[in-house]
């Protein structure tokens, strides 16, 4: 039996009950594809899971999903890239040494050095093509930034000249959302602290706000369009204040408004935008599969710059 190394996450609780093991190494079933996994990453997600935080009222479905006293999937990681090493027999979509990223949905199984997917898109995953122009370390932010915030950003069917404002503009999404809003021709304005200003500005945002200076609140202005791109667990008076400085017909989505949706559609849009040069994924740190205590430490602070990865095979 071939063996692999993985993470292995047997109970909820803090980073130090994620393991470093060897476990069984999959094998693809006639519908599925081997992935050498070259890059995983931190995300939001993945804290979630570890840690099971879950606000009481959501207790029960949420645990129900990831499991009820342990997760469900022993190995955690939502994100991935990677290259085909092998195909069942009825893959159309991709061939051995295929260049890929997305996501692993309830499948998880990311922190290893190999996963099964399959190519259709479910709640076990959606994968594509990567972009050929960045790392598979920049396309975990890609594919996970990438996704959530195109979703949530096209409910706002933006157009050319509107007032877009991104509220958390230097997280794995809001950094992506920036880009996409200046891309459809907005006038973009970013929140997000002091150390991230520059960033902010960098990714093409017209106006920041920090969120951290006294009356901030008196910079917002009325917007077509505003996403949370920090989430609902998080509020302040800012976030508050933001939720009605919308025009007539502006809107206002939450990313945690209903689920992401694994769509290797939206996958393949932003490999485009990527290669055409109109989104840049930003990664904060890169750690290695050793040490991933650290990474969710740091993730877990809440304050990452775009996104975290996990560098699997170099
Ligand atoms: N709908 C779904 O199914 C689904 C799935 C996955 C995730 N999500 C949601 O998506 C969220 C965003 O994920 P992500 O990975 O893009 O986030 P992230 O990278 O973890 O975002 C962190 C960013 O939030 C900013 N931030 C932290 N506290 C803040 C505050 N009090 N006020 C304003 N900004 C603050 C930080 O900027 P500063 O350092 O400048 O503070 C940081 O850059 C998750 O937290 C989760 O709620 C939803």
Redesign the pocket.
């Known amino acids: 039996m071939e063996k692999m190394r993985a993470i292995v996450c047997t109970k909820y609780g803090p980073p130090e009950v994620l393991k470093i093991k060897e476990v069984e190494k999959p094998a693809p079933k006639g519908d599925e594809v081997l992935i050498k996994i070259y890059a995983t990453a931190v995300?939001?997600?993945d804290i979630f899971i570890r840690g099971s935080q879950i606000p009481i009222q959501f207790w029960i479905p949420m645990r129900i999903m990831i499991g009820l006293t342990k997760p469900r999937k022993s190995i955690i990681g939502l994100v991935l890239a990677g290259k085909i090493e092998s195909v069942g027999k009825n893959i159309k979509r991709f061939k051995p040494g295929d260049q890929v990223y997305g996501l692993t949905g309830f499948g998880l199984g990311a922190y290893a050095e190999y996963k099964c997917m399959k190519e259709t898109d479910s709640m076990q995953g959606c994968l594509s093509l990567k972009p050929t122009n960045i790392t598979f370390e920049e396309s975990t932010s890609a594919a996970?930034?990438g996704l959530?915030a195109l979703q949530y950003m096209e409910r706002g069917n933006i157009q050319r000249g509107q007032k877009v404002l991104i509220?958390?503009a230097?997280?794995?999404?809001?950094t992506i959302a920036i880009q996409y809003a200046k891309y459809l021709g907005a006038e973009v304005t970013g929140?997000?602290?002091t150390?991230?200003v520059d960033l902010v500005k960098s990714l093409g945002a017209d106006f920041v706000i920090d969120?951290t200076i006294k009356d901030s609140i008196n910079l917002i202005e009325q917007y077509d369009f505003i996403l949370d791109?920090?989430?609902?667990?998080?509020t302040?008076k800012l976030?508050e204040a933001c939720k009605k400085a919308l025009t007539l017909n502006g809107k206002y989505v939450s990313?945690?408004?209903?689920?992401?949706i694994l769509d290797s559609k939206r996958l393949d849009l932003i490999k485009e935008l990527v290669e055409t040069g109109h989104i840049k994924p930003v990664i904060d740190r890169t750690y290695s599969l050793e040490q991933i205590v650290e990474a969710h430490e740091y993730?877990g602070k809440?304050?990452?710059?775009?996104?975290v990865a996990i560098t699997i095979c170099k």
């Open positions: 995300t939001a997600s996970y930034g959530l509220y958390g230097s997280g794995t999404s809001g929140i997000c602290s150390s991230n969120y791109a920090v989430g609902k667990i998080k302040s976030k990313i945690d408004d209903g689920k992401l993730v809440g304050h990452k710059k775009g996104g």
